[in-house]
């Protein structure tokens, strides 16, 4: 069996790795664009700020582990086409300074294209001085630019822009985050949770503008200004974190069908093509609450769909559930966390909901170290948990975890509360903080029955 | 409605605030023979190491506090008989320094006499410097004896017991912990699982003797040595964590039906005499996963309770769940979570399981700060998942909750692999170690089926 992986990111990568794992003779290709395989995208902003020590150390992979495994992976490659009906990719590879055209052969193709930083055609976009996100080069030129600089604007406010911006803080430099929206986390968040975050951050001296796109970028051979709304901000650094989009180009070349966000799959991940799967950012997925398509531009779901594409590859039965999409980002101190629906994406859905919000304790309070938590439940008017967002110091990540297992097993805020949470004082609070936000939302389901 | 309350632990205290909150009017006493009320008996091995700054610091409540919501709190009185055909609770209590026996009359009674510690009938138990750890007062002693001596004995390697060893060597002392059974946790860990806190605790100096029983306990006025199988440890002081015995006495004289355990109640906390409700450690429960009796003495069951008696007893219809006995615990730096059937416990109970184990991180692997988790997950013949113990020095706790809902709601270790946990490096691995183990136990189980 000849298999064909199209990206080396944590999707393609899953996919191969686990290919080899259910079948010792398939014949492996991965093919391309980086020099630099099985890195962590997520863990550049930390390396900027100094947390993690090098860009070498968030490479978990390199070549040779893929050699050992009998994966062959050409690297610095484009693909240029995919002749489906010759079940053939075609590629671009410099050898000895020369770009040569070649080909490969494919039983099965899996197309992990992942997804491009979407930049936006404003004016000066391409100054020096402008990066993206992406890669580890990116992230190696962001440093390297950062080094005799002052001040530095970030557009965007998602994850990573804001954990680019308060890196660039702690390593020195005076940063704005500027936003489109009215709010940081536009996605993640509702406003009254994002408003807990940017309070921290502007405590820790990140500027924030909300509400205004970036108009244009100013500057003779360099960036010198960024102009958001009515703002010009002197800068000598622009950051464009506004977001990713699939890249679909060569599986619609092939003939894939594409959906209305991305690459169109089935539960077992694959194309309208047979021989064809699609996996990680390129791909457009159920969403479990609303039943509608959505994309999940995140590592945990890559690495799930690299494994269900790599089992079905192999003759095993397995596929891809709808996503809560559960994430989760450490900003400084704070970790800020969210799971499927927020009341915001709930009111543009029409999906009737009720919300249980409290401010806790990670701790018993006596107990020394014990930090604020905040939690917010999304349930709908039967008291069905849809959605959770938590903001506190310590314990997000696993606590968005227990929710996605209780929002995918369709657990209420009544049965929550009857549920039992582990105490212990120097680590939990003996009436859980998951406990006191349901009862919250019970309280207000009660009130609304009675109007 | 007169409402009378005999205990003022977690699952009395709670009963009692829950009534006042959903009825107004209710005339609610309680009973208690303690002086100080609402402390956290959890806390005490915390300030006897000086984690905690002072005894004082873990009352939550002062009688004060249950005043003001009209609460009538009777403390250091003794009820000696409860006459459940007259609706009548009979105590002495003491009275400008006599005796004085009273009576209050009830149209509920809610029995919440807790648990006395178990003391096994050996020589030497009432010398001087023997101790128990149940109330806060057991504590202020315990503290008093240790300022002025070097060495201690613990008797008993459950929770309480390894906290006390611990927090008693940070003080200062050279301790020894012994144990009948031959593991520590013996309750709540299988033996392979304890083994990894036993090498830490002697990493930190405490000394643990397995596989005997504590066979005497020497000295003239005061503790001088405890004979333990054929070591006899020269000590200034021995603390009896033996373990604690549901309270039935005033139950049984009121006529209640008591079962093999404990008092006996059905899943409103009715007793079998219809207008008296027992909660908290004097109870005995359902086992979620056995379907046979058993306890569960902790905090956060006695609050369920609390609250399920209360709402019951006001007209609302609310049921107690079988339970997982949830449980975690910090020693030192290390963090130790239970939930459901152990490895041991399957075994001893017929049910045939199959475990995944591994040894993964904490966080991303390259992140500073990210530290060793080992996680076993229990699951049937079906891979259902019956049990799971974790051990690190953080997120443990959070662990064991999401664990507790996945084992409530059924979830199979193939159906947790398919599940989203969400990922930051900075927070957690791409692959979460529960996936891990999942996959580990999934790998067994399929071996399993070949055979």
Redesign the interface.
């Known amino acids: 069996m000849k298999v064909v992986v199209i990206g080396s990111g ?1 999707a393609g990568l899953t996919a191969a790795s686990n290919i080899r794992k259910y079948d010792e003779k398939a014949e492996i290709t991965v093919i391309t664009r980086e020099e630099y395989l099985a890195y ?1 995208p ?2 550049i902003p ?1 390396v900027l700020g100094g ?3 090098s860009f070498e ?2 490479i ?1 992979h390199e070549p040779e582990d893929y050699k050992k495994k009998g994966i062959n992976v050409v690297r610095e490659a484009e693909v240029y086409d995919i002749v489906s009906h010759e079940n053939k990719v075609e590629y671009r590879v410099k050898e000895e300074e020369k770009e040569i055209n070649k080909s490969v052969q494919y039983d099965y193709l899996i197309i992990a294209t992942g997804g491009a930083p979407f930049i936006p055609p404003v004016e000066g976009i391409n100054l020096k001085g402008v990066f993206k996100v992406r890669t580890i080069e990116d992230g190696m030129k962001i440093r390297k630019w950062a080094e005799n600089i002052k001040n530095a604007v970030v557009i965007g406010a998602g ?1 990573i822009g804001l954990e680019t911006g308060y890196e660039l803080k702690k390593f020195g430099l005076d940063v704005v985050v500027t936003e489109m929206l009215p709010q940081i986390f536009p996605r993640s968040l509702d406003p009254d949770m994002a408003l807990i975050v940017q309070k921290y951050l502007e405590g820790q001296g990140v500027k924030i503008v909300l509400g205004n796109p970036v108009g244009k970028i100013l500057g003779e051979e360099k960036v010198e200004t960024a102009v958001v709304g009515d703002e010009t901000l002197k800068t000598d650094m622009v950051i464009m974190a506004t977001g990713v989009r699939p890249q679909v180009k060569l599986a619609d070349k092939a003939g894939c069908k594409l959906g209305r966000w991305a690459v169109e799959v089935n539960e077992k991940m694959q194309t309208s093509i047979p021989n064809i799967y699609a996996v990680g950012d390129c791909v457009e997925v159920v969403d479990a609450i609303t039943g509608q398509n959505t994309l999940s531009p ?4 890559a ?2 769909q690299g ?1 269900v594409a790599a089992k079905n590859i192999a003759g095993k039965d397995s ?3 709808p ?8 900003i400084g101190a704070v ?1 800020i ?1 969210a ?1 499927g629906l927020t009341e915001t994406a709930a009111n543009l859905n029409g999906i009737e909901v009720v919300t249980g919000k409290i401010k806790a304790l990670t701790r ?5 170290g014990c930090k604020p938590i905040y939690i917010k439940l999304i349930c709908n008017s039967e008291g069905r948990i849809l959605g959770c967002q938590i903001i506190a110091k ?9 929710m ?3 929002i ?2 369709g ?1 209420t805020c009544n049965e929550l ?12 609070m ?3 903080p ?1 406990v006191q936000a349901a009862e919250d939302a019970c309280e207000k389901l009660k009130n609304n029955t009675i109007e």
Chains 1, 2 share one sequence.
């Not at 995140?298 to 779901?301: L, R």
């Not at 018993?364 to 020394?368: M, N, S, V």
């Open positions: 944590a962590s997520c863990a930390y947390e993690i020590k150390s968030i978990m994850a995140f590592g945990t779901t690495v799930r494994k596929k891809f559930n996503v809560l999409n559960s994430s989760v980002s450490q970790e966390g799971v018993a309070r006596y107990y020394p310590e314990t997000v990540a696993e606590r968005v975890d227990t996605a297992i209780a995918s097993k657990v509360i009857g549920m039992e949470f582990s105490y212990a004082p120097p680590l939990s003996v009436v859980d998951f």
